[in-house]
């Protein structure tokens, strides 16, 4: 079942099977994204000794070609680079990865134009952008499993460009289509904040702690009071157990990618140490590049290709605690905001709702002019309330 929200500034989706929360994806207004973007480039600066180009598309740093991602342009069987590109060349490429801090977005030229794309390739000149990339409901859309149960989506517009893309690009699809109010309820909303949480519960009682670093990702694995009656190693095995794949889910549904350095119980037993590794294994999954590594020590090395923006975006450093947490950015806490004052002016037409909350995020809120009246809070009123940015107050008046 593929879940919709297509609130104020923001667009959340979810696939819920067997009643639990498979995949969650946030896509915002003010997120500017170039992933999947095809553009017709400029090669700016062939490296032979990095096996690698830079193209210019028109954004702030140009782009990176790396040697494997522009060997279909040689025909040559071991290519080099600069058998594939050559300096001042157009060349059309497809944006597979943002860029990050100093870095431009990474390049493939291994595309397929369509006869409207090839036709607006001839005519342009670089750098020019050629075509957009799917909306994530589309792209979501497009991989949803043809037997998917039900569709369902908030919003009226939504669901109605939903069906048009449907019936074009996936036909059949647009049948499964159903608008409904409130389509997350609050078991599933409970199951979206533990994912900005740094801690996350075991069945067991036990739980782990999820730490983000400028380099990499920390894990660490807690028994807290769970005992096993065969003692140490059961305790330890039956809570690595849990951990693994809960580990595994949290890695998946935060989009988490890069290196993630996982800190279980240690285990004298190895064939226990190679079950648990299996288990985190299995849970990760193949449709993403990953290597998993699991030492007698309890030390899980993993390495995860990064293929969508991780949901940490959306968090920044507390400048209360020294940078040493992270806590919602105004825009997180003002769109959760929004999603309970509209829902309090749905349960009450006609009366006034009144929305308490930080400065910051009434800021951010009173940026949005049009777009609260054609989300029913045309008369909402703000009012700065005590607290931290974190918290906020709705009442029906």
Not at 108 to 123: D, I
């Given at each position: 079942m593929l879940l919709v929200n297509a609130g104020l500034g923001e667009t959340r989706i979810a696939l819920v099977a067997n009643g639990r929360l498979s995949d969650y994806q946030v896509a915002r207004d003010s997120e500017k994204t170039l992933l999947g973007n095809l553009y017709l480039g400029r090669v700016t600066r062939v490296m032979p000794a990095m096996q690698a180009a830079f193209v210019e598309i028109g954004t702030a740093r140009a782009g990176f070609l790396a040697l494997n991602e522009a060997r279909n342009l040689s025909a040559r069987s071991e290519p080099g680079i600069s058998d594939c590109v050559r300096e001042g060349e157009a060349v059309a490429v497809r944006v597979i990865r943002e860029g990050e801090g100093d870095k431009g977005p990474r390049l493939?030229?291994?595309?397929?134009?369509?006869?409207?794309?090839?036709?607006?390739?001839?005519?342009?000149?670089?750098?020019a952008l050629l075509a957009a990339a799917p909306s994530l409901l589309e792209r979501m859309l497009l991989e949803l499993p043809r037997d998917t149960a039900r569709i369902a989506i908030d919003d009226a517009r939504t669901a109605e460009a939903a069906r048009a893309f449907c019936r074009v690009s996936c036909p059949g699809l647009e049948a499964k289509i159903e608008t409904v109010r409130d389509v997350f309820d609050d078991a599933l909303e409970e199951d979206i904040a533990r994912l900005s949480a740094s801690r996350v519960p075991l069945p067991g009682g036990g739980w782990i702690t999820i730490e983000i670093t400028e380099g990499f990702t920390a894990i660490d694995v807690n028994s807290g009071g769970y005992a096993a009656s065969g003692g140490r190693e059961e305790t330890a095995l039956a809570v690595n157990l849990e951990a693994a794949q809960e580990i595994a889910r949290q890695i998946g549904l935060r989009g988490i990618g890069g290196l993630v350095v996982a800190d279980f119980i240690q285990m004298e037993?190895?064939?226990?140490?190679?079950?648990?590794?299996?288990?985190?294994?299995?849970?990760?999954?193949?449709?993403?590049?990953?290597?998993?590594?699991?030492?007698r020590t309890g030390l899980a090395v993993i390495t995860r290709k990064r293929v969508r923006p991780p949901l940490s975006r959306f968090l920044e450093s507390c400048a209360h605690c020294d940078g040493t947490s992270l806590r919602p950015t105004a825009e997180s806490v003002a769109l959760s905001a929004l999603r309970a004052a509209e829902r309090n002016a749905r349960a009450a037409p006609g009366r006034p709702v009144t929305?308490?909350?930080?400065?910051e995020v009434l800021d951010w809120i009173k940026g949005q002019g049009d777009g609260l009246a054609r989300r029913g809070l045309a008369g909402l009123k703000l009012e700065t309330g005590p607290g931290p940015r974190e918290a906020f107050d709705v009442t029906t008046g």
């Open positions: 493939t030229t291994k595309v397929t134009l369509t006869q409207e794309q090839e036709a607006a390739r001839k005519m342009a000149r670089p750098p037993d190895m064939a226990a140490t190679r079950l648990v590794e299996s288990v985190l294994t299995e849970g990760l999954g193949n449709s993403v590049p990953t290597d998993v590594t699991l030492s929305l308490r909350a930080a400065p």
